[in-house]
């Protein structure tokens, strides 16, 4: 009988990881059709930016990082972060976070990143 009983638990284990595997797979391809449609509908028809608004939310936290004392402090925010596209094609980001001071406090902070379609981006860092 433990055969049977091993058998059955064989047969429930590999039913989970086809199931898990599954749902890794639905996720993946959710994902991948968000971020593949976004980059047609990022910018207004009237002008062109040179980046998308989520490779501008990247360069802004890369740069963001950077910038900070202590990179590995830096916390974003999970609901603190929007990229808007302005008419003239200027993409601005702002970032919610926090980062540790030189005594180690965390501060809430915000970046600032303007990008505009010609020239080179600014990035600017404020207290929340």
């Known amino acids: 009988?433990?055969?049977?009983t091993s058998l059955a638990d064989r047969r429930k284990q590999?039913?989970?990881?086809?199931?898990g595997l599954l749902g890794i797979v639905v996720i993946a391809a959710a994902i991948a059709a968000m971020t593949?449609?976004?980059?047609?509908?990022d910018v207004p028809a009237g002008s062109q930016s040179a980046l998308s608004?989520?490779?501008a939310m990247a360069d802004?936290?890369?740069?963001?990082r950077q910038s900070a004392k202590f990179p590995s402090s830096v916390?974003?925010?999970?609901?603190?972060?929007?990229?808007q596209a302005k008419n003239d094609g200027t993409i601005e980001v702002r970032l919610d976070f926090e980062a540790k001071n030189g005594f180690g406090n965390l501060l809430p902070q915000r970046a600032i990143c303007i990008y505009p379609p010609n020239g080179?981006?600014?990035v600017s860092i404020?207290?929340?």
């Open 75 to 83: 916390s974003f925010s999970t609901f603190g972060g929007a990229a």
């Open 36 to 41: 593949g449609n976004n980059k047609s509908s």
């Open 53 to 55: 608004k989520n490779d």
């Open 60 to 64: 802004c936290q890369a740069s963001t």
């Open 14 to 19: 590999a039913q989970r990881k086809a199931m």
């Open 1 to 4: 009988m433990k055969n049977t």
């Open 126 to 128: 404020e207290d929340r």
């Open 120 to 122: 080179p981006r600014t």
